[in-house]
């Protein structure tokens, strides 16, 4: 289905004001001069030979344009989803860069945080060590017993009381 029209000027075209073609098998035809007689015009319809009808799509090619076609659909799939996973690392890693930066700025503060709580420390143990702030070192005799308040009565005003737990059941912490 290669053979396009392809025409093949005739040598010798006579004085006519318009030009006659005749189709050859094989896509090929010819392009003559009319002559102005009426005679000859008449006869010219008769060279006009039909194209042959085209002949159906192999069963091979067929399939090749199909599997063409859907390479084609699943290169385009593929490339746009390549470039959304892409976009996806960069932001990911864009996003990731960012939140880094704020640990680390987080992670110097907090240094100079310790650095100054160590120094008010380190502050506050010269001063206790200097007499004249009346500090003594401690001692068990001048210990100081505390005795503990009665218990409250319950309250009546239909608040509900906390669940006491048995005593046999082990304490567990919910939390550290």
């Not at 009546?156 to 005593?167: D, Y």
């Amino acid at each position: 289905m290669s053979a396009g029209l392809k025409f093949q000027i005739d040598p010798q075209p006579s004085r006519s004001r318009r030009a006659s073609i005749s189709y050859l098998p094989g896509g090929f035809s010819t392009i003559g001069a009319l002559a102005t007689n009426p005679q000859e015009e008449r006869s010219a319809p008769s060279e006009i030979r039909v194209l042959p009808q085209p002949q159906p799509i192999p069963l091979w090619l067929r399939s090749l344009l199909i599997a063409q076609k859907s390479a084609s659909i699943l290169a385009v799939v593929l490339g746009v989803t390549t470039l959304a996973a892409y976009s996806q690392m960069v932001f990911s890693q864009k996003h990731w860069n960012q939140q880094y930066h704020a640990l680390l700025k987080l992670q110097r503060h907090e240094r100079q945080l310790v650095g100054a709580i160590q120094g008010l420390k380190d502050q506050l143990a010269r001063e206790a060590e200097r007499p004249e702030m009346g500090l003594v070192y401690p001692n068990p005799s001048k210990t100081i017993f505390l005795t503990p308040a009665p218990p409250r009565p319950a309250p009546q005003s239909g608040v509900p009381s906390p669940v006491e737990e048995s005593s046999s059941s082990p304490y567990i912490p919910l939390g550290y």
